[in-house]
């Protein structure tokens, strides 16, 4: 992480986006900053938050390629 705190600390999680009928798993990492007198966090870089929004985007346009660079792609069905 360039040009994060050296107070911080960081968590590996997966974040869903879903879009027209598919989910990505994408995965992300958490920013803890230790003493946020703002109370915000955890937050995302905006590298991870620009990923997401190019997962979306790529599904939207329902170019599973482009949005399966960033993570694993599954298709939604009705079962019931």
């Keep these: 992480m360039s040009g994060s705190q ?3 600390s960081f ?3 997966t974040r869903l986006v879903e879009e027209g009928g598919y989910i990505a798993k994408v995965p992300v990492t958490l920013i803890y900053e230790s003493g ?3 109370n915000w966090g955890p937050y995302l ?3 991870d938050a620009l990923k997401l929004d190019e997962v979306r985007c790529a599904l939207r346009r329902r170019d599973i390629p482009a949005a399966a660079r960033h993570g694993e792609i599954f298709e939604l069905t009705k079962v019931a």
Excluded: I, L, R
């Design 6 to 8: 050296p107070d911080a």
């Design 36 to 38: 946020d007198p703002t």
């Design 11 to 13: 968590e590996q999680v």
């Design 45 to 47: 870089s905006a590298e």
